[in-house]
């Protein structure tokens, strides 16, 4: 319910059923379905924000409406994540949301994944148990234990409902030192363009020499090279493809962990060359400086003419994203923050 809120008070994209015109092509790590769903009809998706919104502002008030509806929201809650994880690689963000959904199926609703001898079997345990006149100590040991937990969860949740109803709302927080009830929902708001980072080294000694060649590091997921299909990688997580994402739309300031890893990359640490899918300097003398560099990345059009070339992604350079670095004109910047100084190999 949280996440379908965040988003009607987050962004008026969500308020205009628009939204989904971006998701596909913005989204973190987008994977090769949300590139034909992103050229869908402006009608689909008006009709894939309304259910988004009926699903997660609706749906889970049939929690409280008896067995069957239950049983519907369960239903309808997984398919719709199944339905998320099909068309972008939000990670396992989905895969655990499914979980609490399972709570909805009773046992006579999933009966249907048992052979007939395991439910005679839990029958003859059950009737057993009924015949006796007195229930063991540990029943009610239990039931004492799951009443002072729900006591406990809706004194905690007080707070959280208050902040609910109010209009300054406050998403993505935790009220209580324990973490045990919090706020939580995704995608307040959409970016309505797609930018990306894009690392590059040279060898040449001048970086500002026009003729100096600058090669591209690949990521192994997020977009890069125009030509690379997008990939399946859900529930596994590229926390670096991820972080790069947001990195993007902020700036390099903002984010100085870009700067660690061009260090990291000018001394060719192999930990970290492991979490890139190229390494244009492999079996050379490492890069002498490493810049990064804003583009702006469109899908391009299915059947057009620059997927006829091959090209998934079509961009157009923004700007520098952080000048040009070497290893020796980091080492005060590496200093400063106490960061062990990356030495090439």
């Known amino acids: 319910y949280l996440g379908g809120l965040i988003k009607i008070r987050g962004d008026h994209c969500w308020r205009e059923l628009t939204c989904m015109d971006y998701h596909y092509e913005t989204q973190p790590v987008p994977n090769p379905i949300a590139y034909f769903m992103h050229r869908s009809p402006w009608w689909f998706h008006r009709f894939e924000t309304l259910v988004n919104h009926f699903i997660e502002l609706v749906v889970p008030f049939f929690l409280f409406l008896g067995r069957r509806m239950c049983i519907v929201h369960g239903l309808l809650q997984i398919l719709f994540q199944v339905l998320l994880v099909i068309s972008g690689n939000l990670s396992f963000l989905n895969w655990l949301t499914m979980v609490p959904s399972i709570a909805c199926f009773d046992d006579i609703s999933l009966g249907f994944l048992f052979s007939s001898r395991v439910k005679e079997r839990v029958v003859q345990v059950q009737s057993k148990e009924a015949a006796r006149e007195q229930l063991p100590l540990g029943c009610y040991i239990r039931k004492v234990v799951n009443i002072s937990f729900g006591l406990l969860i809706a004194y905690l949740s007080i707070p959280v409902v208050l902040n609910l109803l109010n209009s300054r709302q406050v998403m993505n927080t935790s009220f209580n030192p324990l973490r045990i009830v919090n706020t939580y929902g995704a995608f307040g708001s959409i970016t309505k363009e797609r930018t990306e980072v894009v690392l590059q080294g040279t060898s040449s000694l001048d970086p500002n020499d026009p003729t100096a ?15 690379r299909r997008p990939c399946f990688i859900s529930p596994y997580h590229y926390r670096l493809d991820w972080l790069m994402w947001f990195a993007a739309f902020q700036t390099y300031e903002q984010n100085e962990w870009i700067i660690h890893l061009a260090g990291k990359l000018l001394a060719q640490e192999e930990e970290t060359l492991s979490l890139m899918a190229t390494n244009p300097f492999a079996g050379r003398a490492p890069p002498r400086w490493i810049r990064g560099e804003h583009f702006k990345y469109k899908f391009s059009q299915p059947g057009g003419k620059h997927a ?25 910047f590496y200093e400063d923050r106490n960061w062990p100084y990356p030495v090439r190999d």
């Open 213 to 227: 060649v600058w090669e591209e590091f690949d990521f192994k997921c997020k977009p890069g090279d125009l030509k």
């Open 308 to 332: 006829s070339e091959g090209k998934w992604w079509i961009r157009k350079r923004i700007g520098p994203y952080f000048p040009p670095v070497n290893l020796k004109g980091l080492k005060k």
